[in-house]
């Protein structure tokens, strides 16, 4: 007997669904659904709450997180412009990892049904239904616990007091980098860079989705040859 696909309703919450797709679920979630209503993710409603994010809590609830961590690397002696570097280091650092999350985990293939179900709540959701703005930005659960791994990963680097402001440098990376997202999706800019790097971003989304991965910027889709061709992305709209 030939096994019969499996067919996902889309009117029935969808994040215990989308694993029985097995093989098929890679192909499904890269054709995306263009809508401003986003779909229901969990039957429990408190499940479902904390899947939505609306874009402005990101800076709401992040920047005084930046402020401390400036001020107590001052408080522990640097002046304000040795901190201001600290911040540009950041902030470089940050575009990496950007880029690497995007590349490396974001965009893994899978095929079991536990890891297509981690994928589409990792950011197969926002492939399949890019449009919905309030599941684009990272909700602050998630990102509060990623922000342990990520101190650590400063710490390797840095001394105990720039610590605290490379760091706080790296997450007003994130901040700009969420904001800028939410921003290129739901955004008309008329004007460059915004204007190109929407048309860019929505390329990744709509054309090739295996090339730019920056959001911010190409930079490191420049270093690592994973810039679309010229041609393409000044295609996509």
């Given at each position: 007997?030939?096994?019969?696909?499996?067919t996902v309703d889309l009117d029935k919450p969808l994040v215990f669904q989308v694993g029985h797709l097995e093989e098929q679920y890679q192909d499904?979630?890269?054709?995306?659904?263009?809508?401003?209503?986003?779909?229901?993710?969990?039957?429990?409603?408190?499940?479902?709450?904390?899947?939505?994010?609306?874009?402005?809590?990101?800076?709401?609830?992040?920047?005084?997180?930046?402020?401390?961590?400036?001020?107590?690397?001052?408080?522990?002696?640097?002046?304000?412009?040795?901190?201001?570097?600290?911040?540009?280091?950041?902030?470089?650092?940050?575009?990496?990892?950007?880029?690497?999350?995007?590349?490396?985990?974001?965009?893994?293939?899978?095929?079991?049904?536990?890891?297509?179900?981690?994928?589409?709540?990792?950011?197969?959701?926002?492939?399949?239904?890019?449009?919905?703005?309030?599941?684009?930005?990272?909700?602050?659960?998630?990102?509060?616990?990623?922000?342990?791994?990520?101190?650590?990963?400063?710490?390797?680097?840095?001394?105990?007091?720039?610590?605290?402001?490379?760091?706080?440098?790296?997450?007003?990376?994130?901040?700009?980098?969420?904001?800028?997202?939410?921003?290129?999706?739901?955004?008309?800019?008329?004007?460059?860079?915004?204007?190109?790097?929407?048309?860019?971003?929505?390329?990744?989304?709509?054309?090739?989705?295996?090339?730019?991965?920056?959001?911010?910027?190409?930079?490191?889709?420049?270093?690592?040859?994973?810039?679309?061709?010229?041609?393409?992305?000044?295609?996509?709209?």
């Amino acid at each position: 007997m030939v096994a019969q696909a499996f067919t996902v309703d889309l009117d029935k919450p969808l994040v215990f669904q989308v694993g029985h797709l097995e093989e098929q679920y890679q192909d499904w979630v890269h054709q995306p659904i263009v809508s401003k209503e986003g779909p229901r993710f969990f039957a429990n409603d408190v499940l479902e709450f904390l899947t939505r994010t609306k874009w402005w809590a990101v800076p709401l609830i992040w920047l005084p997180v930046v402020c401390w961590c400036l001020n107590t690397s001052i408080q522990m002696g640097h002046t304000v412009p040795e901190v201001a570097l600290m911040v540009v280091a950041g902030i470089f650092i940050w575009t990496l990892v950007e880029y690497v999350l995007h590349r490396y985990l974001f965009h893994i293939d899978t095929k079991s049904y536990w890891t297509n179900t981690a994928h589409y709540l990792l950011h197969g959701c926002h492939h399949k239904h890019p449009m919905d703005g309030l599941r684009l930005v990272f909700p602050p659960t998630a990102a509060a616990i990623l922000c342990y791994p990520f101190w650590n990963f400063v710490k390797l680097f840095t001394t105990t007091t720039t610590t605290p402001g490379v760091f706080g440098g790296g997450l007003l990376g994130y901040v700009i980098y969420d904001c800028t997202h939410y921003y290129l999706h739901h955004a008309h800019p008329s004007f460059d860079p915004a204007k190109y790097l929407k048309k860019y971003h929505l390329n990744h989304h709509f054309r090739i989705q295996n090339k730019g991965f920056g959001i911010t910027s190409t930079l490191w889709d420049h270093v690592f040859g994973t810039l679309p061709s010229t041609k393409t992305a000044g295609k996509s709209s």
